[in-house]
Nanobody
């Protein structure tokens, strides 16, 4: 079993930066690919980015490519989402997720564990 706890959300202005953290419990963190997803009011949960178990491979949604960066510290059982040049359309609840598989992936249904989410609000 893996438990995930996100932190770092908040209210920022357009163009600001924010870093989200996701702390994972359990001994298998270093074998789990991790993902970030987001869900805006009235919309479906969408893929943001994912990182492989080793951190050697990352993939991103087109909407955030070049602005967001995922990284992980396996010694600390933590994955990060650095968000730069934030836009109002980035406003959403951001969720961290873990999969038993090792490769980065986009499909939310391939993730086995989810955090409770953290709110990010970008004002114009």
């Amino acid at each position: 079993q893996v438990q995930l706890v996100e932190s770092g959300g908040g209210l920022v202005q357009t163009g600001d930066s924010l870093r989200l953290s996701c702390a994972a419990s359990g001994r298998t963190f270093s074998s789990n690919a991790m993902g970030w997803f987001r869900q805006a009011p009235g919309k479906e949960r969408e893929f943001v980015g994912s990182i492989s178990q080793s951190g050697g491979n990352t993939i991103y949604a087109d909407a955030v490519k070049g602005r967001f960066t995922i990284s992980r510290d396996n010694a600390k059982n933590t994955v990060y989402l650095q968000m730069n040049s934030l836009k109002p359309e980035d406003t959403a609840v951001y969720y961290c997720a873990a999969t038993r598989r090792g490769l980065a992936r986009r499909n939310r249904y391939e993730y086995d564990y989810w955090g409770q989410g953290t709110q990010v609000t970008v004002s114009s």
